[in-house]
């Protein structure tokens, strides 16, 4: 089958973002693009949707914030965000505790009312636990920082479902630092700039293809005709998964993965907060997203919850979080040394460069490769 029909300077695998504000760049300076992508919708993870009123994550809750000022401009121009600042709720066998850790943490776990006593009670209890050299795992990596109550309570139980091992086997590294607070703030987000997309994250990705130099083949996977698309096409931007690329010639790259339920309720409010965290052990999902609570939107005496269940991942399974441990590091980067030597084809976005990436950082990616492809025009 022929693919290139229209003369595009561009095939891009992948309507997320990285994809998408490739084709839009490139369109504004006159080359013109065909977007292929595999699901049935646009926007990638970001993908949104509007049902009873409520503008509904697909993917999992995503709020954008950054400290990126020239990321912040140039998001804005295709929509306008809402003063959404996350804070986030966590359930503990049916105890309720502020995130991220601060004052009103502490307070709730202890009872404590100023900074100096927060931190006498996180040193003394750093201090029982005699833990010697350096943390050789999660477990003691986080004690090691904030003591045994809230690692109990409020880190091991959510930590081990996220990543379906014991703490005690996963890498101390995956907690290298944590966010403590000494004053009474719940943004869990220390960024400059926060918000949600008034209408939805997906009006942002019509209005950046909203030109004549983009088509967009929705139901599309580029294997299905692999070898045809790198021969017509002059320049390739490409944001799956690097390992399948290579046809898996090094061998797999692991991630995990999520499923997500949602329920609609005849209530304007069930939980009363945007995002709660259920951090016990017991409880099979890590989180329940209340939609309405996002943007203040939605139809009257409805709400629709989601919850977020983290999952083993295998091909047959959406890729979420990559295992960015030694094993797996070491894989990517022969697969990064070959996609090197690939002249036409730029590889980019989470999937292309095995990396967890926030949309602040897939944005600042994309703008970069756009930099550096039209430099050597
Ligand atoms: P994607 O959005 O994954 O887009 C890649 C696209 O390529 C997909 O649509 C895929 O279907 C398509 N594709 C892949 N292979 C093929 C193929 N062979 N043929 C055709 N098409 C293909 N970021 C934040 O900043 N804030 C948040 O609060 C936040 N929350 C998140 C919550 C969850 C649960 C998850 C999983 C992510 C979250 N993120 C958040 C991260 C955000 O989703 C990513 O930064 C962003 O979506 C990455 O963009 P991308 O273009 O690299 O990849």
Redesign the pocket.
Known sequence: MHHNTKKYDYLI????????IFAHEAADRGKRSLI????SHL????HTHKENGINVHD???????TDNKFVWDYVNQFTEFNSYINQVVANYKGDLYSLPFNMNTFYQMWGVKTPAEAQAKIVAQCEAVKITGAPKNLEEQAISLIGTDIYEKLIKGYTEKQWGRKATELPSFIIRRLPIRFTFDNNYFNHRYQGVPVDGYTAIFDKMLDSDLIDVQLD????DDKATYLEEFPRVVY???ID?FFDYKFGELEYRS?RFESEVLPTDNAQGNAVINYTDAETPYTRVMEWRHFDQKGDDNVSILTR?YPQVWDRSKEA??PVNDEKNSTLFKQYRSEAKQLDKVIM?????NYQ???????FNAALGAVEKEFQQD
């Open positions: 695998v992948g309507a997320g973002p990285f994809g998408t292929i992508e595999r699901r926007g990638g993870n970001m993917y999992g809750a995503h709020i954008f914030h599309t996977d580029f294997f944001t799956g998964m399948q999520l977020e979420y979080y980019g976005g989470r999937l292309g967890y990436y926030d949309m602040d950082q897939v």
